[in-house]
């Protein structure tokens, strides 16, 4: 998996007791994965946590569950890092219609933008950016620094020296931030124009939305909350200034339309298979990360794909079979999960036949 680094508290991170439950009205049936939501609140600090999985190769079609108050099925939230998935799948459309290639240069899009400090644009590619092969440092990381435009984030970036020069992965916000600026440079729309018209519209994603510099949240939603670390108090952080994260992950959506979206994504219909391909491939980034998108492998054997998602007051994360048939997304209203083994034995009871998993409930 990933590591996904922080934006500043201050603004934008992306990075992530009632026991109460409801499900769909179509299935009563307790999902394996439900029965950590308890764990995810208790152990994992968080407020309140919810889940939707969707499994059309078997009669169990859809099944919302919550542990914890103030979060709803339908909530809006901030999606941080996901926003990776819609603005790759984005690029690699663009590749098919020949209107870029991935083999095209940072500096053939973007002139003299990346340079300086060990940094040259003229020696970076798009596949580079997809897959975090870049080197450049991540903006993100940068104590105190706050930057409201592409632009900035990128100078802020480039004034560090990259983090490795031999073509490894390591993750950068500022590798999707660049491909926002291509995005708009090739199209003359900005990247968030071009999500809409053709992955949001298409897939009629009725929740999903890209707010540039509106810092509320669409009705309906929830609250979210960033954990005081001196002395454990929550705070709001509902309210904030999405653009420091911009096209690196800025997305707000609902559990319905990214379980919508990665089905779509892996079944074919946003991407043809040439593409698809491209879009799943890790061998770039050494087995780590496709392009927006990573694997993990679960100890049945089973491999799933997906992103999470780390921002103020929020962390989410899907994941998905190959074909996108049995898909989850589960969510929690704060960016911090204290007990991360909890995300992968979450994983492995919804994605492992019954009695192979490692990680059991209780």
């Known amino acids: ?19 109460g ?46 542990t914890g108050p103030g979060i709803r099925s339908a909530d809006r939230f901030r999606a941080g890092s996901i926003t990776k998935s819609f603005l790759a799948t984005v690029v690699l459309q663009l590749a098919r219609e020949h209107r870029l290639q991935l083999s095209d240069t940072v500096d053939s899009h973007l002139p003299g933008l990346v340079r300086g400090h060990g940094n040259d644009g003229r020696h970076i590619t798009l596949r580079a950016l997809l897959t975090h092969t870049s080197g450049l440092y991540d903006y993100t990381a940068v104590p105190g620094t706050h930057p409201v435009s592409a632009i900035a984030a990128v100078h802020t970036a480039v004034a560090h020296r990259p ?8 993750y950068s916000n500022t590798n999707y931030v ?45 609250h979210g909350y960033s954990r005081d670390p001196a002395d454990g108090s929550l705070n709001d952080v509902t309210v904030l200034d999405p653009r420091t994260a911009g096209a690196a992950g800025e997305l707000i ?73 049995h898909i989850l997304t589960f969510r929690i209203n704060t960016d911090t999960l204290t007990e991360t083994a909890l995300e992968p034995a979450l994983l492995e009871a919804e994605f492992c036949p019954a009695g192979q998993n490692r990680h059991p409930a209780s």
């Open 1 to 19: 998996m990933p590591s996904l680094r922080a934006l500043p508290a201050a603004l934008v991170v992306l990075t992530l007791f009632g026991l």
């Open 21 to 66: 439950t409801t499900s769909l009205p179509s299935e009563p049936h307790l999902t394996p994965a439900a029965a950590y939501l308890p764990r995810l609140v208790a152990e994992g600090g968080a407020p309140a946590a919810a889940l939707l999985t969707r499994d059309t190769s078997s009669v169990r079609r859809a099944t919302y569950r919550s």
């Open 163 to 170: 983090t490795n020069t031999t073509g490894g992965y390591s």
């Open 178 to 222: 660049l491909l926002g600026l291509v995005v708009q440079r090739v199209t003359g729309h900005s990247y968030a124009a071009e999500i809409r018209c053709r992955i949001i519209k298409p897939l009629r994603l009725t929740g999903t939305s890209l707010p540039g510099a509106r810092t509320g949240l669409p009705a309906p939603h929830g």
């Open 253 to 325: 959506s609902t559990l319905a339309d990214l379980n919508r979206f990665y089905a779509a994504l892996l079944g074919g219909r946003l991407l043809p298979p040439a593409q698809l391909s491209i879009l799943l491939n890790t061998v770039t980034a050494h087995g780590t990360y496709g392009m927006g998108i990573y694997p993990q492998k679960l100890s049945c054997g089973t491999t799933v794909w997906g992103h999470n998602g780390h921002i103020a007051g929020s962390y989410v994360r899907t994941a998905a079979t190959r074909d996108g048939r």
